[in-house]
């Protein structure tokens, strides 16, 4: 109580005037037409946008659909660089705001999804998994093991699997969102869908 909320994924959210994206099971062909995303819409949308298609939305959108999710995709069109931020351009509390931080372990990388409502104790995660140390991962090991850049890390579409946990605290919300692969996009999911489609342990991390 009473700590600073973090920046959602290291500046996640770019872009604050939300523009939707939404892929079929073919991947992303634009234009992109908005769907509802299991009855909770995100505030300030267009619902058509031109924008081209990006290889790293459509990569994640495409595996999305193969696990059988039929969410929604959002871009931002300004400057959203804190979770209060982005709940206030999507309409949700800033606990559902699901952040996929990478740590490294004792030397190897470990996938945290975490909720932007805190910040992950680093200590009481170590204990937890076990390990020596937990420490941020470097921009070099964020990309070489998710193969996406810090600020668009999504849950899934990494060139291998990755140990995942999901923070307990995200199961309240109806509705949570997460990275989609590009720093200006996120996508909509539920916490078990999340939890179904990442094979993620959950974990307390505060």
């Known amino acids: ?23 079929n099971r073919q991947g992303l062909v634009p234009p992109y037409v908005s769907r509802p995303a299991r009855g909770h819409q995100a505030t300030n949308l267009c619902t058509m946008t031109e924008q081209p298609p990006h290889q ?3 990569h994640v959108t495409t595996l999305l659909h193969e696990a059988g999710w039929d969410g929604a995709v959002h871009t931002f069109a300004a400057g959203v660089k804190t979770a209060q931020a982005a709940a206030a ?6 606990g559902a705001i699901a952040n996929s931080l990478v740590f490294d372990a004792d030397g190897s990388p470990v996938l945290i999804l975490t909720s932007g409502a805190h910040r992950v104790d680093q200590s009481l995660v170590a204990r937890t998994l ?25 849950p899934i579409g ?8 999901l923070d307990s605290a995200l199961r309240p919300h109806l509705v949570i969102w997460a990275a989609a692969g590009h720093p200006n ?10 939890r179904r489609i990442t094979t993620a342990t959950e974990l307390d991390v505060s």
């Open 56 to 58: 790293g939305i459509d």
């Open 130 to 154: 076990g390990v020596g140390s937990l420490a941020r991962a470097t921009p070099e090991l964020v990309r070489a093991s998710t193969g996406q850049v810090i600020g668009g890390v999504a």
């Open 1 to 23: 109580m009473g700590r600073e909320t973090p920046p959602v994924l290291e500046h996640l959210f770019e872009q604050l005037n939300s523009k939707p994206v939404t892929g």
């Open 89 to 94: 351009a999507l309409g949700c509390e800033v």
């Open 158 to 165: 990494h060139p291998a699997p990755l140990p995942t946990y």
């Open 185 to 194: 996009a996120v996508f909509s999911t539920t916490y078990d869908e999340l």
